[in-house]
């Protein structure tokens, strides 16, 4: 059975940082790009970034380049999502998605920036 689990979303003041992490199981982790998409209160889908299954690629959303890092750590099969310099329009429920054509999903982690 497939799982993808968020974890560490929570309420961030605004310019300050916040690490995200998403435990898979169920698939081979190291195969698949991984993929960081949100979604803003009142909004559609925001790709943010992906992975390539070993690593070496990363591709970041114009909007969060510079700011955030997304890794991955094959031996425990978790993606990351390191967050630097929020602002309040990052405010938004955060989901990792494995997969080029996001076949698989989670559940979602709450990231509120406010003061």
């Known amino acids: 059975q497939v799982q993808l689990v968020e974890s560490g979303g929570g309420l961030v003041q605004p310019g300050g940082s916040q690490r995200l992490s998403c435990a898979a199981s169920?698939?081979?982790?190291?195969?698949?790009?991984m993929n960081w998409v949100r979604q803003a209160p009142g909004k559609g889908l925001e790709w943010v970034s992906v992975?390539?299954?070993?690593?070496?690629?990363?591709i970041y959303a114009d909007s969060v380049k510079a700011r955030f890092t997304i890794s991955r750590d094959n031996a425990t099969n978790t993606l990351y999502l390191q967050m630097n310099s929020l602002h309040n329009e990052a405010t938004a429920v955060y989901l990792c998605?494995?997969?080029?054509?996001?076949?698989?999903w989670g559940q979602g982690s709450q990231i509120t920036v406010s003061s």
């Open positions: 998605t494995a997969g080029k054509l996001y076949e698989y």
């Open positions: 992975i390539s299954g070993g690593g070496g690629t990363t």
């Open positions: 169920g698939f081979t982790f190291s195969s698949y790009w």
